[in-house]
């Protein structure tokens, strides 16, 4: 992002949908507008049994299944999430076994991952067109692989809350991960909702970046279609 103007804009258009991304040089914070169809699976409820065999340091602290529901906030990505009591309790969740979720139908396929949050802070809306503030400590397993940041987890968790606590249309949500495996990263989402507040019109997901590799990116009349990855990419500055 070095070399990135101020108020840089570009467009990706994916499989999933069109990305609309925004980098601020002068914050360093990069927005991305997410293809979103976010997707609650409730034809095959997870059993504590099932959590305890994925997380055994959950048996006897995690007693209802009220806090357990499995996400997709595309199809083909898919999450088991789990609330817990306390910081405490999110620092006993380890690597090891892969979740196996059992998914709807019409719904059952691609990646599987089992993401556990402990809601840290909460601002309710003082009405419809007020903003709900929360803030969240996160982790995402998936077998003996722990991610410091999953946008995707991010975005199904957010969606799935924003939904459950509709009081307002705007939700924003700040989502602390990675602290665990020393590897702190930060994620912003906001979650705007219909005006019926029961679907969801808007996702948003912002944060910084630590830079690990670099590359440069060549194209003619600021549009290009990448044949390797099937991205048509368009910017402007």
């Not at 169809?37 to 959950?58: G, I, K, R």
Request: glycine share 6%; aromatic share 6%; net charge negative.
């Amino acid at each position: 992002m070095k070399f990135i103007p101020k108020d840089y804009q570009a467009r990706l258009i994916a499989n999933a949908g069109p990305i609309q991304l925004i980098y601020d040089r002068a914050s360093k914070v990069a927005k991305a507008s997410i293809p979103h169809n976010f997707h609650l699976h409730v034809q095959h409820a997870c059993s504590l049994e099932e959590l305890y065999d994925l997380q055994p340091a959950l048996r006897g602290v995690v007693t209802s299944t009220d806090v357990v529901q499995v996400t997709s906030p595309v199809k083909g990505m898919n999450f088991l999430q789990a609330e817990l009591p306390d910081l405490g309790t999110l620092s006993k969740i380890s690597t090891g076994k892969k979740p196996e979720p059992r998914l709807d139908d019409e719904w059952n396929e691609g990646f599987s991952g089992s993401h556990f949050y402990v809601i840290t802070s909460t601002t309710p809306a003082r009405g419809h067109n007020d903003t709900a503030m929360y803030q969240l400590r996160t982790r995402m397993i998936e077998g003996s692989f722990e991610d410091p940041a999953t946008g995707s987890a991010a975005c199904a968790l957010t969606s799935y809350l924003a939904l459950k606590n509709a009081s307002s249309r705007i939700s924003h949500f700040e989502l602390t991960q990675g602290v665990e495996m020393g590897r702190e990263s930060r994620i912003e989402v906001t979650i705007t909702l219909n005006a019926n507040l029961k679907s969801i019109e808007h996702v948003e997901l912002a944060g910084t970046a630590v830079q690990v590799m670099e590359g440069i990116l060549e194209h003619q009349i600021f549009e290009m279609v990448n044949l390797a990855t099937g991205f048509q990419i368009s910017a402007s500055s």
